[in-house]
């Protein structure tokens, strides 16, 4: 326990180091921040810490301190003279549908880039070394795990340079502070997301060779560190951060957030929702947070059987998805090393994969639901709630053939709608159920699909799916972020804010598969 406290500091004090110089806004604007976000100044809470202080914090905090409390101030009006409100991507922008879906892509490349120079110093972004594409909407940063989809498409789009630079920009963010945070924001500085870092590697690996695997080997072994700090100290049953070491001395992986308090992108949804938990305030935001992790934010794979925001119990879980994805990490090390002749760092990372593929199998499998499940390690058994992170094993091959079949069948019987695949069977309201459908696990669905052979119903997918964003552009002018696949004429719902159109890795997605299935009419 000792040995676990003296780890958990000292990473604390690297972690602090690294971000010595770095606020939120909430740090920046106590008492205004509390104000701001708990009234109805903005709808979407995500507004004001994207906003940027047009003068230093601490001038704004005083003034605000000594008028908040005189007859007649106005919030609004206050936050209004001191702050630049931030727009959207497309403010201004103007679709061509007859121009076609194609040339929609094409130009939205271009209405997703930024600068990189353009960073103020009373703002929230985080500077980066190289410019960058934006998934659309109120997500006016690079996000983690969106970019490894959008840069599916602009490998597609031959824009080969800005993958680089995207790539770069993570790379740089490994070094400076030992992992990618969710996004490149100051109030995301306590989380990552999804580790997609190494697939894409891959990526660029197929324009440039395999000597990327060796020119970003630091970076990926940092992003390894990152995931699996103090695994090494871990008795059974025990977990710190995101590693979880099992009942029977196996390491697999959860999500987990730095910080126990409301999100300051979400503050007063999460001061809300926690007034129905049974759970600790500190616990139940740490759970709120950790979904946000994950990208899932949020669905029923998170929470007890009644499917529940207020039951959400992310921290207890080992999410399939993640381990599939940090079995893939290893392997791109485990690669970088053989690329250098290095047999013993080459094998030790290849036996830490072969490791993780024989967990995966041993607790995420269930015959009975004939799916790759998320585990509950608190409570020792699979959880109740079947979604579509099953699909990763066959992405990365992790699935043996009998394995394969069963997951195609499942596919076929409980997620394969007209529009392509729902997330979940649960309809509990939350975004990442049903009946919403998002590009990336389309991609991972049928990707994985073809990987095992099944080529008939991995077409059958895209094809819905193609046809569903082409449906929805050819009437909107928009590509979504997310789509409704049971009521295709119906916008798809839930989550804590409106329907974002952009969208970065809608548009990488549907570009690869009208790319790779020489779809251009269906």
Known sequence: MFRNLLFALCFAFVLTDARAQLKSPRQLFPGLFEAVQLSD??????????ATANRDPALIVKDYNEQKDKTGFDLKQFVNDNFVIPGTHNDGFQSDIQAGIRKHIDTLWQVLYRKHQSVSQ??????????????????????????????????????????????GNFAYLLDTYGFIPNGIRTYYLTRSQPPFFSMMIDILAKDEGAQVYTKYQKELLKEYEFWMKGAGNLAPGQAFRNSVRLQDGEILNRYWDESD????????????????????????????????ESGWDFSTRWMDTTGKLETIQTTNIIPVDLNCLLYHLE?????????????????????????????????????????????????????????LAGVFPLEFKIANAK???????????????????????????????????????????IDGLNKYGDYTLARSIAENWVR????????????????????????????????????????????NLLNHYHIDTL
């Open 41 to 50: 100044v903005f709808p979407d809470n995500k507004t004001f810490v994207d």
């Open 122 to 167: 009373y703002s929230s972004l985080l500077p980066v070394p190289n410019d960058f594409v934006v998934p659309g909407g109120r997500f006016r940063e690079t996000y983690y795990w969106d970019s490894y989809f959008t840069m599916l498409g602009l490998q597609e789009s031959h824009k080969t340079k800005i993958i680089q630079d995207m790539i």
């Open 261 to 292: 308090q409301p999100r300051e992108e979400s503050y007063k949804k999460d001061v809300n929702a926690a007034k129905d938990t049974k759970q600790k305030p500190g616990d139940f935001y740490r759970n709120i947070r950790a979904a946000a």
């Open 331 to 387: 392997l791109d090390v485990a690669k970088s090393y053989s690329i250098q002749g290095n047999e013993a760092k080459y094998k030790y990372y290849f036996n830490k994969a072969r490791q993780r593929k024989i967990a995966i199998q041993k607790y995420c499998w269930s015959a009975k639901q004939a799916w790759f499940m998320d585990y509950n390690w608190k409570e020792k058994h699979t959880t109740t709630h079947i979604s």
């Open 403 to 445: 394995q394969a079949a069963s997951l195609a069948t499942t596919i076929k019987s409980k997620f394969f709608k007209s529009g392509g695949l729902v997330t979940t069977i649960e309809r509990s309201g939350q975004q990442w159920d049903s009946p919403n459908a998002w590009a990336p696990l389309q991609y991972m669905a």
């Open 468 to 511: 569903t964003n082409i449906g929805v552009f050819n009437s909107t002018g928009k590509l979504m972020e997310k789509y409704n696949v049971i009521d295709t004429d119906v916008k798809a719902g839930g989550g804590e804010y409106p329907l974002q159109d952009g969208f970065g890795w809608t548009n990488g997605v549907l570009l």
